[in-house]
């Protein structure tokens, strides 16, 4: 590792120990408008009647018709309305906003509005949705996307096949929990619109208002303000907040602000999609030889990146391991609750669960120890994956598998069962990720990335994508500091304004320090050729694939992704013999994500993701009855606590990637990808069952140990 | 009501209504923007303040209650000797990711040293457990507080 890996302070930072970085909610006006949406009470309905109150002068309501352009969030399949028109879908759903000086009176008008609703029978399961027997909430089948695809001969492998073993599957819901709601400020002046807020994606915001007003590009201005954690939760659901607040801000002409309350942002923004997958393995000589992966995700009432998560679930179905025979099926189903989307990980969670503990189960089976039984299965360098891309650089997971089980004693810890009164258990698990976009994703975005070297000799960075926790205001100023040979303080990196980036893609998908990274890098070293003293020089370039990269979108087959990275984590749990209650103690975590871009930062996101995949294993229950869900707020929705937080012990490998800055790969989601597979399996050991669920509940560990005791 | 306190070491008066929380006086009226709200329920710590030296959520007091106390914010601590350790070692340690926790975690950071200048990692973890963070897993904010305490040894025992 070399000089650009060693930790710098963080320019973002002073700032915001200091209280004065600005979020959205941090600005202020006078004569600033707030906004409250009136939402669905009903989680399926024909709205039949809409009573408002006696609104006093000053205040307004904005529904689907003083939607300029069309009313829908231009996504994948632009189906999702801002506002709903005839049929509500999901519980929550906005029906209207209020708007006004007062945010009491805002809020005491808003709960005064009476509609009356006509029910039609709710869809809320990926069963439901599947039987098809209520009147479907998407096309003739409910299915946003049906999926397939295969390599080798699964059926001749089954045929052949000396035990088949079949298993399935289940993930919960998961809320992201930034620290920041979700909130937008927007104004109408001089003919444009511009909107201020808390984001990943500044385009995608642009885009969606292009489209929901009907305006040309240029009367469209979106701005990032200082942002509180993405996590991919303001991935593509900014967009309905950013529309509702530029409706109310172009029909009062007054500057309007429309920040979430927790409770808001807790019931009614995008969440992880749940997931029933169903794995069925051919085995022949102890190896799995054959694999069949059927995922179902419930996605919820509109069908946003759902297929795209999807496909990365799917192109992630196998997790780390050749298998050369195998098919792969996918479906998402619509349902009547809020519509589920990007988070953390982006379908590779779920798939990387299932198959990772579905392997734990067959080498248990096998009567062979799970790592060892997991090494034999590995990927290595001139495979070809799951969809038959080829692997072209090393695949270092004997070395980083070595690294964690030696740092933590994983086999003589294995040998133990108790520990202070308590059930002990260790578990293991082995991965990888898909870097940048899923598929043609990058192909279809051609992002560009411009550097502008000013005539006093700093140099600005101009991109689209945000700093929203993960570090690139440090990561990628280092880069292109460090390509110049100038000080890191004279790069300037600010919050994204659309006026002025073009559209280096979105803060998505691990890909700004690889994708967008390596982009800047080539554009730096041009711009290093160039260079003249006290003079303007700007430098842009468009991201193209490698040209080695071949994929078919139609067929799945080919290089999903253009380098992975790779991992694996070792999990070391205390259950109490009584409660069952879990208690996560140790993390440990080996990785292969490249070169870091700085160790502090790589570190801080290994940390923050494991503890969010520990959460998803663990504390985060969210429960959908009768229509709503039952945890609303951070009361009731728990995520750790420093409490709850184990120590953490980390170590890097490193395979550089040629066309990544100074060989980066992806980081960001790899690190939560493999913490719920170890969690589950240390449970299983210190309990010594199988497991098929998470979050793993401790009244469910109740009802399974009583069975086997009995 | 009016409703008289001390407020970063100042002197305020504000003629509110008292059930108004003490979070949206502190933004709405007086601009303090380094207190943040990430809750409303006394759940985050991110509207962490000191009143009358013990950290509380400021989301969960009506303003009526600080009537005669004395209020301290982060801005208010900005210019102490303390918060500049904790400043330089959150930015030495990597504590910081989103930010929007931060100034939370100062208070209780701040609160904690004062009352106990050598904590043990436990004691630590405790003293920040009513604070929330979803970026960091807390062991760099807990690299973070055990920095200010070394750095910081005379100033806190004073």
Partial sequence: ?710 | MKIEFILNGKKVEVNTDPARRLLDVLREDFGLIGVKEGCGEGECGACAVLIDGKIVHSCLVPVGNVKGKEVTTIEGLKDTEEYKVIHESFLDAGSVQCGFCTPGFVMATYALLKENPQPHEDDIRKAISGNLCRCTGYSMIIDGVKLAAKRGEKLWKD
């Avoid at chain 1, 973002?12 to 941090?26: F, L, N, S």
């Avoid at chain 1, 994948?76 to 709903?84: R, S």
């Avoid at chain 1, 669960?353 to 034999?376: C, Q, S, W, Y």
């Fill in chain 1, 1 to 710: 590792m070399g000089d650009i890996s060693k930790p710098v302070r963080r320019f973002d930072a002073p700032e915001k120990i200091m209280g004065t970085a600005r979020y959205v909610d941090d600005y202020f006006e006078e004569e600033m408008l707030f906004v409250r949406i009136v939402r669905s009470t009903r989680p399926r309905a024909r709205i039949k009647s809409i009573k408002l109150p006696k609104l006093p002068s000053g205040y307004c309501v904005v529904d689907k018709n003083d939607v300029p352009g069309e009313n829908r969030i231009k996504m994948i399949f632009d189906d999702w309305p801002f506002f709903a028109e005839d049929v509500v879908n999901f519980y929550g759903e906005p029906i209207l906003a209020i708007a006004g000086p007062d945010r009491e009176k805002v809020y005491e008008l808003s709960n005064a509005v009476k509609i009356e609703y006509e029910d039609i029978p709710p869809i809320y399961t990926i069963e439901e949705s599947e039987e098809n027997k209520r009147p479907p909430i998407f096309g003739e089948n409910n299915l946003f996307a049906d999926y397939f695809y295969e390599k080798g001969d699964p059926d001749g492998a089954f045929r052949d096949a000396d035990q088949i073993v079949e298993e399935e599957f289940r993930t919960g819901f998961q809320e992201h929990i930034y620290l920041e709601p979700q909130g937008m400020i927007a104004k109408y002046e001089d003919g444009r619109i511009t909107v201020f807020g808390s984001m990943q994606c500044p385009y995608y915001v642009k885009n969606a208002l292009i489209k929901a007003f009907g305006f040309p590009e240029d009367r469209i201005r979106v701005v990032q303000t200082t942002t509180g954690g993405g996590f991919g939760g303001k991935e593509e659901y900014p967009s309905q907040i950013a529309g509702i607040a530029a409706f109310c801000a172009y029909k009062t002409g007054k500057t309007v602000k429309l920040v979430y309350d927790r409770a808001e942002d807790v019931e009614f923004t995008t969440k992880r999609h749940p997931s029933r997958i169903r794995i069925k393995g051919a085995i022949k000589d102890k190896r799995v030889v054959g694999i069949e992966v059927d995922i179902a995700l419930n996605a919820g009432a509109y069908a946003g990146l759902s297929s795209v998560v999807l496909q990365r679930a799917m192109f992630a179905a196998t997790g780390a391991y050749r298998i050369d025979n195998v098919r792969v099926l996918g479906k998402a189903f619509a349902t009547n609750i809020v519509p589920l989307g990007a988070f953390r990980g982006f379908g590779a969670p779920q798939a990387i669960f299932a198959i990772e503990t579905f392997m734990n189960h067959v080498a248990k089976k096998m009567g062979e120890d799970p790592v060892r039984f997991k090494l034999a299965h590995r990927y290595k360098k001139g495979d070809t994956t799951a969809t038959g891309g080829l692997l072209r650089s090393e695949v270092r997971l004997p070395e980083i598998t070595e690294k964690i089980i030696e740092m933590s004693e994983y086999y003589e810890k294995k040998k133990q069962k108790e520990k202070d009164g308590k059930l002990y258990g260790i578990g293991f698990s082995m991965f990888l990720h898909g870097c940048g976009f899923t598929g043609n994703g990058e192909e279809v975005l051609k992002s560009i990335a411009r550097l502008k070297k000013r005539k006093d000799d700093k140099v600005e960075i101009l991109i689209s994508n945000v700093e929203m926790g993960q570090g690139p205001q440090t990561t990628l100023r280092k880069v292109v500091a460090q390509v110049l040979g100038i000080p890191m303080e004279d790069v300037i990196y600010e919050n994204p304004d659309t006026d002025k980036v073009p559209d280096s893609g979105p803060t998505v998908a691990s890909r700004t320090a690889m994708i967008v990274g390596g982009l800047l890098y080539r554009v730096a070293k041009e711009l290093k050729e160039k260079w003249k003293e006290g003079e303007e020089v700007v430098v842009e370039k468009q991201y193209r694939h490698p040209e080695y990269i071949k994929w078919d979108q139609s067929t799945f087959k080919g290089d999903a992704y253009p380098e992975y990275s790779w991992g694996a984590n070792v999990i070391e749990v205390e259950v109490d013999p009584l409660t069952y209650e879990i208690e996560v103690k140790k993390a440990y975590a080996v990785f292969d994500l490249g070169t870091p871009l700085d160790k502090k930062i790589i570190e801080g996101q290994i940390h923050g993701g494991m503890l969010q995949g520990i959460g998803y294993a663990t504390l985060e229950v969210m429960e959908f009855e009768n229509g709503r869900f039952k945890q609303r707020t951070i009361t009731d929705y728990i995520i750790p606590t420093a409490m709850d937080a184990p120590l953490f012990e980390t170590d890097l490998v490193v395979e550089p990637y040629k066309n990544g800055p100074f060989g980066a790969k992806c980081a960001g989601e790899l690190t939560l990808v493999g913490a719920a597979p170890a969690v589950c399996a240390a449970v299983e050991d210190a309990l010594g069952i199988n497991l098929y669920e998470i979050p793993i509940r401790p009244e469910k560990l109740l009802v399974l140990m009583n069975k086997e005791d009995n």
